[in-house]
């Protein structure tokens, strides 16, 4: 069964949630106070994990303005809280075929609903009877003059009463046809069988919040006591007995272990186990690693840690070599760490018949860590899973699947000064644009990160000082496609951020997306110590190997974009740029080469107050303009075009499909 819609009404804050649908991942969006958590918390008690927390309690959760009003708002019946519809997978369409034949075919969608007298209510909006009850009439067994009297009945229950009503004269062939029906659909109750099919396959919902973390430290006996005696554990409690069974072990076997080879290894075991899960999607330090240990409670530490066994959680950094207490590392990395283990011991119990409902699971996480657990939800756990979770963050928000987000909205009437606000309540909604500001903001955030990186940047980004930079790579890598040699790679973008430090700014603040970059800088003697500090820094966030110098391409110890082009060739260009080419104003290579072209063509401009102000973009803007007549005509071409092609080649190893 696949969750199709939700409707959640009477309940705390929520009059009326009015019906949202549900996508594989739906992302619930609003402020503070909007009512996210009830939403989730009510959808939860439909078939939650711990069946203990199913019941809606109408005097607590009832909504409290109402809650004097009950009896005369809900005179004939107890209010509903959770109306939900479900798609039918082909599985149970096919189970439910082999009871009631081709005629439940028609029957895709059910609906459940459950409210504060805790029962679970079924409808079925396209059960019809009447093609059933034609199927199994259609069946080998009776004469045809025997299914003819009972042609014109319409439901299953009608048929059953009216051969139970043939008594003495109902033939063999009438009693063998009503044993057969009697197996098939119990008392002719076709409802009773879709039910019966249908229910031991409503997925389980999986609630997780910020507070089910589980603890560091855990006193063994004293929690199989709690166990033993049956006492309320508490929902960290709970977590860490999920724990145990993730380990293959209980608390009993963690309490009695005498043999320290067997304990050793059990404990290896579970946090290679977790190590290795845990930071395939925690990148934000890959240098740490799960420990576990018993150890006997010293007098010293406080109770109920000062007696029999204590179980241990540790976080080792193996880059400095040392440990830290579980319950000291950020508040997200405990959180991942108990979320991972509920879930997978879940989905070892319940297979993939698991809805998870995760609330704000990002909000003690940083950005980057953020997207490292969106990136967990699409590859983890929506291939197998619906998930619903959450957020106020905007780095929580898929841009690129905002047709999955619903907005979480406490609306209040504005009724006039003086007046109190005419209370609606939560309500969500599809339509992710249309409401107030505060909760647009994280919309707002997420949509405005994600033009920030798609409008000048794209997936795959070649980052460059200057614009002259982005024009002459455009032109020459024109020219070697036309001479069908390599160009720079279609999927690089090019984007011109003003400088290296720039470069490193933008490096920093987008390195944690799903950028792929490279950068391609100037050098210059008198700043090596500044650019190398910036590639170093640049380096760090991307990768080595990944920062290129003009120098490196221009084959001299300092160079820019003009310098990769050639002397010669740029000379060229600037003095058919300015119409000075045929002229005495016609800048000449000087007697000793100069250590970096536009360095001295800038001088050499300077000393000619006649012409135009000499600026870097006006070449490259000609040359890109005037390619088909210039480009021929540039001195050492040849040379030119094998500098490009080589600095190209290069760039284009680091291209991401």
Request: glycine share 6%.
């Amino acid at each position: 069964m696949r969750l199709k819609t939700i409707q959640i009404t009477n309940y705390r804050c929520i009059e009326d949630s009015l019906e949202f649908e549900i996508d594989n991942v739906t992302c619930l969006v609003g402020k503070n106070e909007s009512g996210k958590t009830t939403l989730l918390q009510a959808l939860y008690k439909l078939n939650p994990h711990r069946p203990e927390q199913g019941m809606f309690d109408r005097d607590t959760e009832y909504p409290r303005r109402h809650v004097n009003d009950y009896k005369e708002r809900h005179p004939k019946e107890g209010a509903n809280v959770v109306d939900t519809s479900w798609l039918l997978t082909a599985a149970e369409g096919k189970m439910l075929r082999e009871r009631l034949g081709p005629a439940a075919n028609a029957l895709t969608s059910v609906s459940l609903m459950k409210g504060y007298d805790n029962e679970l209510y079924w409808r079925f909006p396209d059960l019809d009877e009447v093609p059933i009850v034609a199927f199994l009439l259609g069946r080998p067994g009776l004469f045809d003059e025997e299914k003819a009297q009972l042609a014109k009945i319409t439901s299953v229950a009608k048929l059953v009463e009216s051969l139970a009503q043939l008594g003495d004269t109902a033939s063999v062939r009438h009693t063998a046809f009503s044993a057969d029906l009697a197996e098939r659909i119990p008392n002719g109750d076709v409802s009773g069988v879709v039910i019966s099919v249908l229910k031991p396959r409503i997925p389980k919902f999986v609630y997780f919040s910020q507070y089910d973390r589980m603890r560091g430290r855990i006193p063994l006996e004293v929690l199989q006591a709690k166990v033993e005696q049956s006492q309320t554990l508490d929902d960290r409690e709970k977590t860490f007995l999920d724990f145990c069974a993730f380990a293959n072990t209980s608390l009993a076997e963690l309490a009695s272990i005498q043999e320290y080879e067997k304990l050793r290894a059990k404990f290896e075991g579970a946090s290679n186990k977790i190590t290795e899960q845990i930071f395939e999607y925690w990148t934000q330090n890959p240098y740490l690693r799960v420990e576990f240990s018993r150890e006997k409670g010293e007098p010293g530490d406080p109770a109920p840690y000062n007696t029999g066994h204590v179980f241990n959680i540790r976080l080792r950094n193996e880059l400095h070599n040392v440990s830290v207490p579980f319950d000291d590392r950020s508040a997200g990395f405990v959180w991942f760490f108990s979320f991972l283990v509920l879930f997978t011991q879940l989905k070892r119990t319940y297979g993939g018949n698991v809805i998870v409902l995760l609330d704000e699971p990002g909000v003690s996480l940083h950005a980057k860590a953020q997207g490292d657990l969106l990136r967990f939800i699409d590859e983890k756990l929506a291939s197998n899973h619906q998930v619903l979770y959450t957020t106020h963050s905007p780095f929580m928000i898929p841009p690129e699947k905002l047709s999955t987000v619903r907005t979480v909205q406490d609306v209040l009437i504005d009724r006039g000064p003086g007046k109190r606000p005419e209370i609606h309540g939560t309500k969500v909604r599809s339509d992710v644009l249309m409401v107030d500001a505060d909760t647009l903001f994280p919309l707002q955030g997420a949509l405005g990160y994600e033009i920030t990186q798609t409008l000048f940047v794209g997936k795959n980004t070649l980052l460059v000082e200057g614009a002259s930079d982005l024009v002459f790579i455009r032109a020459f890598a024109q020219q070697l496609a036309d001479q069908k040699r390599t160009p720079l790679h279609s999927a690089w973008s090019i984007c011109p951020v003003g400088g290296i430090e720039q470069i490193a700014a933008f490096v920093a603040l987008f390195g944690g997306s799903k950028l792929n970059a490279v950068a391609l800088v100037d050098y210059a003697a008198g700043a090596k110590k500044r650019t190398n500090d910036m590639i170093k820094l640049v380096e760090e966030i991307l990768q080595a190997g990944r920062v290129f110098t003009m120098a490196k391409f221009a084959g001299q110890p300092e160079a820019d974009i003009e310098d990769v082009v050639g002397v010669e060739a740029y000379l060229d260009i600037v003095n058919d740029c300015y119409g000075i080419a045929a002229g005495p104003d016609a800048i000449v290579m000087p007697v000793q080469r100069p250590p970096r072209i536009v360095k001295f063509v800038e001088g050499e401009m300077a000393l000619k107050p006649a012409l135009a102000e000499f600026n870097h973009f006006r070449p490259a803007e000609h040359l890109l303009t005037n390619r088909t007549a210039l480009m021929p005509r540039l001195t050492g071409l040849a040379d030119t075009l094998d500098r490009f092609e080589a600095l190209f080649r290069e760039i284009n190893t680091h291209v991401k499909a």
